[in-house]
């Protein structure tokens, strides 16, 4: 079964998550994007987008999310965990047991795949549908909201600002108090990365200035990681080294609450 459009993009975050655990001081150890990386052909089509900066944003930015995920699960026993358009995510793997359960939505193509690649568990589940049409939140297990996470890991990017507004809304209507982790971005990526997804048919659609522009969606931000401020070495950067608005916006991770309908 063949990817198309955007979701081809799930295969560079894989092979950049494999490559990473082959290095000798890998921000993390991921066997089974290595594994699962050898099992699927290489588009070489991929050859003019993939490169070592590529590789390195990918990188860091599973780190920063990594991080950000393991101390909601320290902070909150028996958390839910929905990644939002997972595609070949091996967080649940690579953060190991938790106590958690974890839910994997994403289209119905990229499900079969993932079937194929591992098995579902008691504790960690796919449900195949658009993450914008929202029945998959009747299907859901019942948590607490203040211990509901929901991850959108390299998604946001990739959809207009109408429905990134939607997303938020149904999360606010449903789970007012729960975290949402999300990345999106702007200046630099939409004059230079931008064009090169466009070329393989994943265009980027939503550019941000900077996270008030999240925020003005409904949600209160508590942290935002600019990706390139992030292991700066892996960047080639001075770790006191300034970087501008328009290279801040490059990449931002964004940690933020879920506001009630009744406030924003």
């Known amino acids: 079964m063949a990817l198309t459009g955007v979701q081809k993009t799930l295969q560079l975050t894989l092979r950049a998550r494999a490559q990473e655990h082959t290095r ?15 099992q699927l052909m290489w588009d070489p089509g991929y050859a003019m987008l993939y490169d070592d900066k590529l590789q390195t944003s ?22 839910l965990i929905v990644e939002l358009g997972a595609g070949f995510s091996t967080r649940y793997s690579r953060l190991g047991p938790s106590g958690a359960t974890w839910i994997e939505i994403d289209m119905p193509e990229v499900i079969a795949m993932r079937r194929v690649l591992e098995d579902e568990a008691p504790d960690h589940r796919f449900i195949a549908g658009s993450i914008f049409e929202f029945g998959w939140i009747d299907k859901l297990p019942p948590a607490p909201h203040e211990d509901t996470l929901f991850i959108a890991e390299g998604v946001m990017v990739f959809v207009e600002r109408e429905e990134a507004k939607a997303l938020i809304d149904a999360l606010r209507e449903h789970f007012p108090g729960a975290t949402f982790l999300l990345d999106v971005g702007g200046g630099a990526l939409e004059t230079g990365t931008a064009q090169r997804f466009a070329q393989v048919g994943a265009p980027m659609s939503w550019f941000v200035k900077d996270e008030s ?38 990449g931002l991770i964004i940690e933020a609450k879920i506001l009630h309908p009744a406030y924003g």
């Open 24 to 38: 000798p001081n890998p921000l993390f150890r991921d066997p089974t994007a290595a594994e699962w990386s050898a």
């Open 58 to 79: 990918f990188a860091v930015r599973t780190r920063v999310y990594d991080d950000a995920v393991q101390r909601f699960l320290s902070g909150h026993s028996g958390a």
């Open 213 to 250: 522009e999240v925020a003005a969606l409904g949600v209160e931000i508590v942290s935002v990681w600019p990706t390139l401020a992030q292991y700066p070495e892996r960047w080639g950067r001075k770790a006191d080294e300034e970087l501008s608005p328009e290279m801040r916006a490059v």
